[in-house]
C-alpha cells in the first residue's frame, strides 16, 4: 500500500496530487530548483528535496535527481504530475528499478505512445483512424500546409505551421531545437495541417484486471500555438451527432487495450463537423485539463490513479456526467505581442467567489487550481501558467457566465495575462453558440478579443481615481498638515498634474481641490464622493462609482466592475541613462540567446529573423524592424540577458 508519495513536478499540478494525498492519509514529498525554493507546493509538503539549478534540464528532467529524492526522504511511490518526465519510460523505469511504486502507466505503454511516429502506426493496426505521416525529406508542395511535430512530449512545444516549402527548413530546425530543449529528445516528424477542425480528447482510466473505462470527452479547440486555452465537458459537437460519443468511446478503449494500459490517460482525436475524427496521439499522464472531467462526474482521479498503481480494481463502469464544465488557463502573457510570456513578481492574486480550491466544489461553482499566490515569482524557466480556473453549472452558458464573471472580478497585479481573452471569448456569441474550432482565434480576429476589458471611458475615469487616490496616500503620508487637501490654495492657482501610461499611451490627469470639491479637467460631469489611497469613489454622470486602488513599485493597478486598469506612474523628468540608440531591439523578456543568424555589418530587411531567445521552454525570435544594416549585435549564443537589454542595433537605410 502506498504511504508516501513523491511528485516528481512543481506549481499547481504538485499542489493538486498533495491535496488528495492529505485527504488519503498518504505523506508527499515535493522537490524544486533554486527559483522554486518560495514556491506553494513546496510549503505545503510534509518534505521537500533541492534540485539545484534553475533550468530544466538541471532540476525537473534529472530522473536520477528526482530517484534520489524520492529515497532519501522513504518515499514509496512517485507521481510524475504532468510535463516533464511524465511520459519518459525511461524515468518510469528507474522509479520501478528503485524499488518505488509508479502512479502511471506500464513503462511498455509510455515507450509505445511516447514516441508519435510509433503510436501512429500502433494505433492504426488497432483500426483508430490516424492522419498519415509525411517525411520530411520527401515533402512537396501537394503536402503542404504541413504540420512539424515533436515525436516527444506535448503542450505544443516543437510544433510548427509550414505554408511553403522554403520554410521548412527553419521550421524543423526550430521545432528540433524546441523539442530537445522541453523533453530532451528532438526527433520530429511531419503530418497534414488541418486548419480547421475540433481538438476532441477521451478521458480514459484502466486497471490491471481489464478493465478500461472511457470517462467522457473534452472538447479543447480553442489554442494557441497548438496548446490548449479553453476545455470543456462535454463537447458540443459531439453532443450534436448522434452516435459519436459511442465511437469516440470505442476507439479509446481499443487504443488503451492496444498497448496494454493501465492508469489515467487520455486519448485525443482531430474532429470535423461531420463527426469523423482522426488520432493525433495517446498522453499517458494526467492532462492538465482533467478537473472539467472531475466537476462533472465527481470523480477524484488522483485518487483513482494512487488506487491503480495499488492494484485495486475499477468498478464495472464510471459514474454518468451530469452539467457542464469549462476551465480556461489563464497565463502570465501578452495575446496582443504574439503571445508573449511575462515574468516578473505576481504583486497580487486574488480570485473571488471560489466554491473550492484543487477540489470539486460541493455544488455548482467555481473552481481554483493554482500554483502562484500573492508575491509570487513568476521566471522565466518555465511554462507561464498562472492557474486554472474552472466554472462547473448545469448548463454551458450559466458555466461560462460564472466563469467570465469571475476572471472579469479578479485581482491579478504585477504581471500582463491573458484574462480579457478569455472573459472576451467565454462572452463571445459564436463561443456560446459552441462554433468552436481550432481556427476560433483567426476567425474572430485575435487582435478584437484580446482589447482590454476597460474602454476608453472606462480608463479615462480609472485615470483620475489613480490620482485622486495617489493624492490621498501623499497626505496620509504628510508629517505637517496631512488633512489639508493636496494642492489645497486660498486663491486658485494651477492644477494638479500626474502623468500615467497606460499601454502605449501616455496620459494626463489636471485637477484642483476648491471649496466646491474636486475639480477635473475634461470630466465635467465627475464628482468625488469619498478617496482614500486604497479607494476612490466617484459620482459619474449621476452613477456611483467604487474604485480600488493598488500601488507598487513603477505600477498602479485600478480595479472596478468597469474593467482593470494597469497604469505606470511616469516622472515629471525622463532619465537620460535610459535613452537607447534609434534601431535597437530590447530583450522582450528575460532569457537565453539560442541562435544569432547574423553579423555585425550584415544587410538585413524588414522582418528578417536576427536571432532566437528561449524562454519558458519556448523560442522566441527578434526580428528586424527595418530594412538596413546589423550596427551592433550585443549578444552571444547562450547569453542570459534582462527585460530591456539592448540585444543589436540596425541602423536603417538611408
Known amino acids: 500500500m502506498i504511504t508516501n508519495v513523491l511528485v516528481a513536478n512543481r506549481g499547481e499540478i504538485a499542489r493538486r496530487v498533495f491535496r488528495t494525498c492529505a485527504e488519503l492519509g498518504i505523506g508527499t514529498v515535493a522537490v524544486y530548483s533554486d527559483a522554486d525554493a518560495g514556491a506553494p507546493h513546496v510549503a505545503e509538503s510534509d518534505a521537500a528535496v533541492r534540485l539545484p539549478g534553475n533550468a530544466p534540464g538541471e532540476t525537473y528532467l534529472r530522473a536520477d535527481a528526482l530517484v534520489a529524492a524520492a529515497v532519501a526522504c522513504g518515499a514509496d511511490a512517485v507521481h510524475p504530475g504532468y510535463g516533464f518526465l511524465s511520459e519518459n519510460a525511461g524515468f518510469a523505469q528507474a522509479v520501478i528499478d528503485a524499488g518505488l511504486t509508479w502512479v502511471g502507466p506500464p513503462v511498455a505503454a509510455i515507450a509505445s505512445m511516447g514516441s508519435k511516429i510509433e503510436s501512429k502506426r500502433l494505433m492504426a493496426e488497432a483500426g483508430v483512424p490516424v492522419l498519415s505521416e509525411l517525411d520530411p525529406d520527401a515533402v512537396t508542395e501537394a503536402d503542404l500546409p504541413l504540420l512539424v511535430k515533436a515525436s516527444a512530449g506535448g503542450g505544443g512545444r516543437g510544433m510548427r505551421v509550414v505554408r511553403t516549402l522554403a520554410e521548412l527548413p527553419g521550421a524543423l530546425a526550430a521545432a528540433r531545437s524546441e523539442a530537445g530543449s522541453a523533453f530532451g529528445d528532438a526527433t520530429v516528424f511531419c503530418e497534414p495541417y488541418l486548419e480547421t477542425g475540433r481538438h476532441i480528447e477521451v478521458q480514459i482510466l484502466a486497471d490491471a484486471h481489464g478493465t478500461v473505462w472511457a470517462v467522457g470527452e473534452r472538447e479543447c479547440s480553442i489554442q494557441r500555438r497548438h496548446q490548449k486555452v479553453v476545455e470543456e465537458t462535454p463537447s458540443v459537437l459531439v453532443e450534436r451527432i448522434s452516435g459519436m460519443r459511442e465511437r469516440l468511446f470505442d476507439a479509446a478503449r481499443a487504443a488503451a487495450r492496444a498497448i496494454g494500459y493501465v492508469g489515467a490517460g487520455t486519448v485525443e482525436f482531430l474532429a470535423g463537423e461531420d463527426g469523423r475524427f482522426f488520432f493525433l496521439e495517446m498522453n499517458t499522464r494526467l492532462q492538465v485539463e482533467h478537473p472539467v472531467t472531475e466537476c462533472v462526474t465527481g470523480l477524484d482521479?488522483?485518487?483513482?490513479?494512487?488506487?491503480?498503481?495499488?492494484?485495486?480494481?475499477?468498478?464495472?463502469?464510471?459514474?454518468?456526467?451530469?452539467?457542464?464544465?469549462?476551465?480556461?488557463?489563464?497565463?502570465?502573457?501578452?495575446?496582443?505581442?504574439?503571445?508573449?510570456?511575462?515574468?516578473?513578481?505576481?504583486?497580487?492574486?486574488?480570485?473571488?467567489?471560489?466554491?473550492?480550491?484543487?477540489?470539486?466544489?460541493?455544488?455548482?461553482?467555481?473552481?481554483?487550481?493554482?500554483?502562484?499566490?500573492?508575491?509570487?515569482?513568476?521566471?522565466?524557466?518555465?511554462?507561464?501558467?498562472?492557474?486554472?480556473?474552472?466554472?462547473?453549472?448545469?448548463?454551458?452558458?450559466?458555466?461560462?457566465?460564472?466563469?467570465?464573471?469571475?476572471?472579469?472580478?479578479?485581482?491579478?497585479?504585477?504581471?500582463?495575462?491573458?484574462?480579457?481573452?478569455?472573459?472576451?471569448?467565454?462572452?463571445?456569441?459564436?463561443?456560446?453558440?459552441?462554433?468552436?474550432?481550432?481556427?476560433?482565434?483567426?476567425?474572430?480576429?485575435?487582435?478584437?478579443?484580446?482589447?482590454?476589458?476597460?474602454?476608453?471611458?472606462?480608463?479615462?475615469?480609472?485615470?483620475?481615481?489613480?490620482?485622486?487616490?495617489?493624492?490621498?496616500?501623499?497626505?496620509?503620508?504628510?508629517?505637517?498638515?496631512?488633512?489639508i487637501p493636496s494642492g489645497w490654495r486660498n486663491v486658485s492657482s494651477a492644477p494638479q498634474v500626474k502623468r500615467y501610461r497606460c499601454g502605449p499611451d501616455e496620459h494626463e490627469v489636471r485637477y484642483q481641490h476648491t471649496r466646491s470639491g474636486v475639480v477635473v479637467a475634461g470630466h465635467e460631469d465627475l464628482r468625488l464622493v469619498d478617496a482614500t489611497p486604497e479607494r476612490v469613489v466617484l459620482l459619474v454622470g449621476g452613477v456611483r462609482r467604487t474604485f480600488d486602488v493598488a500601488r507598487y513599485p513603477g505600477l498602479v493597478c485600478v480595479d472596478s466592475p468597469l474593467g482593470p486598469v494597469t497604469l505606470e506612474p511616469l516622472a515629471r523628468f525622463g532619465d537620460p541613462a535610459a535613452q537607447v540608440a534609434a534601431g535597437s531591439l530590447l530583450a522582450p523578456m528575460p532569457g537565453t540567446v539560442v541562435r544569432v543568424a547574423v553579423s555585425v555589418g550584415d544587410e538585413v530587411s524588414e522582418g528578417q529573423p536576427l536571432l532566437w531567445l528561449e524562454a519558458m521552454k519556448m523560442e522566441h525570435r527578434i526580428n528586424a524592424p527595418a530594412d538596413g544594416v546589423v550596427d551592433e549585435l550585443a549578444v552571444t549564443v547562450g547569453q542570459q540577458v534582462e527585460m530591456g537589454r539592448v540585444l543589436a542595433v540596425v541602423k536603417e537605410s538611408s
Open 301 to 483: 482521479l488522483v485518487a483513482l490513479q494512487l488506487s491503480v498503481a495499488d492494484g485495486t480494481p475499477l468498478p464495472a463502469a464510471p459514474p454518468p456526467a451530469t452539467g457542464h464544465a469549462i476551465e480556461v488557463r489563464l497565463y502570465a502573457e501578452d495575446p496582443a505581442a504574439d503571445w508573449r510570456p511575462q515574468s516578473g513578481v505576481l504583486h497580487r492574486f486574488e480570485v473571488p467567489g471560489i466554491a473550492a480550491e484543487l477540489a470539486n466544489p460541493v455544488g455548482p461553482g467555481v473552481r481554483l487550481d493554482s500554483g502562484v499566490r500573492s508575491g509570487s515569482v513568476v521566471g522565466v524557466h518555465y511554462d507561464p501558467m498562472l492557474a486554472k480556473v474552472i466554472a462547473w453549472a448545469p448548463t454551458r452558458d450559466a458555466a461560462a457566465r460564472a466563469l467570465a464573471g469571475t476572471l472579469a472580478r479578479a485581482r491579478i497585479h504585477g504581471l500582463v495575462t491573458n484574462r480579457a481573452l478569455l472573459v472576451r471569448v467565454l462572452r463571445h456569441p459564436a463561443f456560446l453558440a459552441g462554433d468552436t474550432d481550432t481556427a476560433f482565434f483567426d476567425r474572430h480576429g485575435l487582435a478584437t478579443l484580446a482589447e482590454p476589458l476597460a474602454d476608453k471611458d472606462s480608463v479615462a475615469v480609472s485615470l483620475v481615481a489613480a490620482a485622486i487616490a495617489d493624492a490621498a496616500a501623499n497626505r496620509a503620508a504628510a508629517t505637517v498638515l496631512g488633512r
